[in-house]
């Protein structure tokens, strides 16, 4: 994995690389690190969430695996045609994603699962990264609004011409496409802001462009 898209010692901020010291001591078992991105190098699409889950991607070290947001997403996936089976249960597992990356618009476990800006800010180098490295023609699927702002920063476009709502989509430049989606998150789905027919509908739709 190039490395000017993911740095496993990074410390650049000080609050994540704290609370990851005290989680890696409470649970000596986890993974308790930056999280690398997880998929196909020459994706054409790439899914960016918000942070790793404290007993999903932190323990398990792959991105929406062991949680409850990643039911959802790898059985989506999978019908869909990017990912060899339906669930993702630890990274020796031998899944496999087909033309898709999920990432991370933050890399390390933040506390209470809520990153602040400057962490967002800091981890948006690797962000950016990905994104130049996405062919022309790709897709970023960007789950929830703060990914969504962070791909949009990223990308040096202005915020207020890229509003976030679901199943929203944007010209992005070397004809690339950003479709918004709520989060798959376990309160999304519990509350129903985000059924599986409308995040199927997303993906659907994900599919189709690139297939163009």
């Not at 899914?47 to 790898?74: C, E, K, Q, S, W």
């Not at 991370?104 to 130049?132: D, H, T, W, Y």
């Amino acid at each position: 994995m190039s490395s000017s898209i993911f740095d496993p010692d990074c410390r650049r901020c000080e609050r994540l690389a704290t609370f990851l010291d005290q989680v890696g001591t409470d649970y000596p078992d986890y993974h308790a690190r930056p999280v690398p991105p997880f998929g196909d190098p020459e994706a054409r699409l790439l899914v960016v969430g918000l942070a790793p889950g404290m007993h999903g991607a932190n323990a398990t070290g792959r991105p929406f695996t062991g949680d409850h947001a990643g039911i959802l997403l790898y059985e989506t996936l999978y019908r869909h045609g990017f990912a060899s089976a339906p669930s993702s249960v630890s990274e020796d597992d031998g899944l496999q994603l087909f033309d898709c990356r999920i990432t991370n618009a933050v890399k390390c476990l933040p506390p209470q699962n809520k990153p602040i800006g400057s962490e967002v800010n800091n981890c948006r180098c690797f962000l950016e990264e990905e994104m130049a490295q996405l062919k022309k023609g790709g897709v970023i699927l960007a789950l929830g609004s703060i990914a969504h702002k962070s791909v949009v920063a990223g990308m040096g476009l202005k915020q207020k011409d890229f509003q976030f709502s679901h199943a929203a989509e944007h010209a992005l430049p070397e004809d690339r496409v950003l479709l918004d989606s709520y989060h798959c998150s376990r309160y999304n789905t519990q509350t129903r802001r985000l059924t599986p027919e409308m995040f199927d509908r997303v993906f659907a739709r994900a599919r189709a462009l690139i297939n163009g």
